[in-house]
C-alpha cells in the first residue's frame, strides 16, 4: 500500500506541474490581489439591492429597462471607465395585458384557472376547446397517428420538465421548443405545466424566434396540472383562453466597457449577462446575481488597474428573455464588421453563483483553465477546481457559439437560498440573494478572465462552420436548433 501511496503522490505532483503549465508566476500576486480587492470592497450585492429597490424588474423596452440600462453605464462610468458606450438595437418588445383561463367539462361549465402568459403569445386570442394530455411534449409524444390526429385543433397540456415514469434516458427540451413542436402538430393553444412545488407560476417566452407565436401559451402550477392530468385520464375537459398582449418595435441597449489590451489589443475576450429580466419579480436571481457580479468584475479591474495582453469587453446584455436578443444584435454586427474574429472566448454569467470550477466549450481550454483555478485553490480551498467541457442553449454565450467563438464561464456552484423554484416567477426577489456566493462568483470569474485575456498563447481557437456544426452534432443540439430554425447546415 505503501508503494501504490507514493506512485499516486508522484502522479499528483507531476499533475500539478502539468496543470500549472500554462500559469504566468505573476499571476499569483495578481490573483492574490484580486481576491483581497473582493473581499474587503466588492459592491456586487449592494449594487444589486440598490437596483432591485430604485428599478424593480428590468423588462427590455419597458421604462424600467430604460432605467437598468443607465444604471449600469452610470455604475460603470464610476468605477472610471472612460471608455464606455451603449449599443443600440431595435426589438419586438412583448408584454403581458389581461389574461382569463378557465376550464370545465364542456365549453359552458367552467372554473377559473389560475395561470400566467406566456411571452410572445399573440396580441389578441379568444378559444374555447378541448383539452388533451401531450405528455412531455416531445416529438415523441407525437410519433404516432393517433396522437397527431389528437392534437389537431386542440389545446395541449405540456409538463416542463419529463414527467415521473418517463422512459430512462428521456431528456426535456425548452419551453419554446415544446411550443413549436405542439404547433407543428396542429395545437391551437398550449398549457404548460410548472415543475416547481407550492403553487408557484412561471412566465418566460414560449417563442425560439423571440417573434410572436400564432397560439396562445399560459403557464399553470405543478399541482393543477398533476390535477388535470388525473382528470383527462376519465374524461374531458374544456378551457377557454382569452388573453390581450402588448407588442412592438422599440429600443433598447446593450451596456458595453472596454479595457485595451497591452500587447493584443485587437485580440478581444468577452465577459458578460444579461440585464433585463421579466417582469413577475425583481429579477434577482435571474439575472441579477450574474450582471451585477460582471458589473464588480469591472469595478475590480478599474479599481487593480489590470492591463490583460488582450483587450477585454463588460458587456450587459438587454433581451436575453425574449430571445437573446441583444446578444444576437452584438454577434450580427460584429459579423458585419468582420470584428467576430478578434473574439477569442466569451464568458457568459447568467444566474452563476458561488461557482467551484470553470466551464468551457473548448477542451483545449483545460489545461489553462486548471491552471487558473489551481491558483484560485491556492488561495481558497472552497475552490475545488472542476473543469467541464460540454454545450448549452438558451443563453447568451449561444450566439457566439454558433459562430465558432469559444465560450465559457463559471461551474460547479448552487442558487442561494432555495431559489430555483422561483426562476421566472414572482418570487425572484433581493431576499433569495446571498451575499458570499457573489463575491466567489466575482473573485474566481475575474480570475479566470484575466488569466484568459493574459495568456500568451489561446488553444482555443474559433471553429470553422464544418467544426461548429460537429461540435453541435457531438452535443445533441442539432434537433433544438432545428425547432428553433438556427439549424443552418
Known sequence: MKKIYTLLTCFGLLSTAFVSAQAK???????AGINQEVQNNSKAYSSLKRATETIGHRLTGSENGKKAEQFAYDLLKSYGFKDVRFQPFEVESWSRGNLSV????????QQPLKAVTLAHS?????????VVDMGNGLEEDYASDAQKEKVKGKIALVYLGVLPGSKEGTKTLHRSEKTAIATKYGAKGIIIVNTADGGILLTGTASVTGKLIPIPAVCISKEEGL?????????????????????GM??????IAT?????????KVIVGGHLDSWDLATGAIDNGIGSFSVLDMARTFKALNLKPERTVEFVMFMGEEEGLLGSKAYVEKAVKDKSIDQIRYMLNYDM???????????KESEELFQSIGAIAKSIDNGFQNSFRSGAGLHSDHQPFMLHGVPTGGGAGGKLPNNAGPCYHADCDGFNLVDEKG??????FSAMLLYGIADSHDLKAKHFSDEETRDFLLRNNLKEPLQIAGEWRW
Open 227 to 247: 390535477k388535470l392530468r388525473g382528470q383527462l385520464a376519465s374524461g374531458k375537459l374544456y378551457s377557454h383562453i382569452s388573453m390581450t398582449n402588448f407588442s
Open 259 to 267: 479595457i485595451k489590451g497591452t500587447t493584443l489589443p485587437k485580440e
Open 438 to 443: 457573489m463575491k466567489n462568483t466575482v473573485r
Open 352 to 362: 452563476t453563483n458561488d461557482p467551484t470550477g470553470y466551464s468551457t466549450t473548448a
Open 250 to 255: 422599440i429600443k433598447a441597449r446593450n451596456v
Open 25 to 31: 508566476p505573476e499571476w499569483n500576486n495578481i490573483f
Open 102 to 109: 378557465t376550464i370545465g367539462p364542456n365549453e359552458k361549465d
Open 122 to 130: 399573440p396580441v389578441s386570442s379568444d378559444v374555447t376547446l378541448e
